[in-house]
């Protein structure tokens, strides 16, 4: 596995690029991130947005599957079978604190307890690879819900889903056992902000794929009590399910106010979904004009979040009258 030393806040697209290089596929950070974030001060690229990256620009070559609620087991049980595994973690620099980063797995020693990575930020960068301890891994991937994602070809689909199992191959069966998963932390260790924020995140998720009202009343709950333990400033960067879960229980004011509170921060600024769900609060309070212009910012942050273009789409049509 080589080693892709990451250009400024650009450690998605380096650790994207060494997977496919890993492939044999010819590409560069710069060609990934030209189209995951056209705006070098862009601070995040999520999951979902890679694997639909793989899924789509790289011609059917190949593909690529992000889940949630991951183990270190399965981490292992992939790198096994031949797959190195990109996870989203929660990254403490002496320096500036605490930042949200992609760390691809390529190997492990069960013996030694330890896996080998290769870091786009912290390197080294002569090939050799990161060494840590199961624990390390253990300890930070839980501030993203042990998110991570698997690049693979389309020959090995079946290898792949076999591999995550039926509690990780489908959706409602995942954040059920996330939510179970982060409903046990917090009732180990209640003062767990991670936990609390990792089940509202679960119960979110699980509003929007059934349409049931309690989930997101339950993971408004959770996100005010993970809120009220203490999150990291940038938490907000990277993640962003406390304002569906309050705009779906009403509380349009709080997504606004969450979101002015982000917006505040240089980097907050660079965070296209801020502005995306600003602009649906907004809408749901009937000021379509302020609506549109925040969808429009969203967008001006990176121009191929097609998320916002698809509601300013909708809210110039309400505007038109069409």
């Known amino acids: ?27 560069t950070q710069e060609d990934v991130a030209s189209y995951l974030k056209p705006n070098s001060e862009d601070r995040n690229v999520s999951p979902w947005q890679i694997a639909d990256y793989v899924n789509e620009q790289t ?3 190949y593909r690529a599957i992000a889940r949630s609620n991951g ?12 797959y190195p595994v990109v996870i989203e973690k929660g990254y403490e620099l002496p320096d ?33 690879g990161r060494t840590d301890s199961y624990d390390y891994y253990q300890e930070n991937w839980d501030a993203f819900n042990y998110t991570f994602y698997v690049v693979y070809q389309p020959a090995q689909e079946e290898e ?10 489908d959706d409602i069966a995942m954040w059920r056992a996330t939510a179970a998963r982060a409903e046990l932390t917090t009732q180990t260790d209640p003062d767990d902000a991670f936990a609390w924020f990792n089940l509202g995140t679960a119960l979110t998720r699980l509003g929007e794929i059934t ?10 709950q959770a996100f005010d009590s993970a809120r009220e333990i203490g999150l990291p400033p940038r938490m907000l960067w990277y993640q962003f399910r406390p304002y569906i879960a309050y705009w779906k229980s009403g509380r349009l004011d709080d ?56 509601s300013l789409d909708w809210v110039n049509s309400l505007l038109s009258g069409g």
């Open 160 to 169: 792949v889903m076999s591999i995550l199992g039926p509690d990780l191959a």
């Open 59 to 61: 011609f059917g070559q």
């Open 96 to 128: 500036s604190g605490w930042w949200g980063h992609y760390l691809t797995v390529y190997g492990y020693d069960e013996n030694l307890q330890e896996f080998y990575s290769q870091d786009s930020y912290l390197g080294p960068f002569d090939g050799s």
């Open 1 to 27: 596995m080589g080693v892709v030393r990451q250009s400024f806040n650009n450690c998605g697209p380096a650790n994207l690029t060494q997977v496919l290089n890993w492939y044999g596929y010819d590409i």
């Open 255 to 310: 997504v606004i106010a969450l979101a002015d509170a982000t917006l505040e921060t240089q980097g907050g600024r660079n965070v296209e979904e801020t502005y995306w769900y600003k602009g649906h609060a907004l809408a749901e309070q009937g000021f379509l004009t302020e609506a549109r212009n925040t969808y429009a910012a969203a967008l001006e942050v990176n121009e191929n979040f097609y998320p916002a273009q698809i």
């Open 211 to 220: 349409g049931e009202q309690q989930y997101y009343q339950g993971a408004a």
């Open 71 to 82: 183990t270190l087991e399965l981490v292992k049980e992939f790198i096994a079978a031949g």
